[in-house]
Nanobody, 129 residues
């Protein structure tokens, strides 16, 4: 059974940095394609960063230049480094993964939640002004 476990959330002042990680377990073959999403109560889940089918990365415009996604395929671990954080980055951050039989999405779908099959429980990130 596949499980995604996020860690590393917390509280920080605006301009600070946080690093959130996601450990995927239960995969028996290829490393899955994974991405990061976030959600604020009362709003739809928003794609933050992910990988595209050609091996590149894709970011939401609101986080470009401030967030960096990285992965360790050997450990099935995904990391999101968040710098220059703003109060509007406050949200629950979720890790998502596709099935191992699936390639990463094309760039125009990388941040679409419907393209992901497994979800973690989330980790809270709070940025104060």
């Amino acid at each position: 059974q596949v499980e995604l476990l996020e860690s590393g959330g917390g509280s920080v002042q605006a301009g600070g940095s946080l690093r959130v990680s996601c450990a995927a377990s239960g995969y028996t073959s290829n490393s899955p394609c994974m991405g990061w999403f976030r959600q604020v109560p009362g709003k739809e889940r928003e794609g933050v960063a992910g990988y595209t089918e050609d091996g590149g990365t894709w970011y939401a415009e609101s986080v470009k230049g401030r967030f960096t996604i990285s992965k360790d395929n050997a450990k099935n671990t995904l990391v999101l480094q968040m710098d220059a954080l703003k109060p509007e980055d406050t949200a629950m951050y979720y890790c998502a993964a596709r099935k191992t039989t699936m390639d990463c999405p094309p760039f125009w779908a990388t941040l679409n939640a419907e393209w992901y099959y497994y979800w973690g429980q989330g980790t809270q990130v709070t940025v104060s002004s």
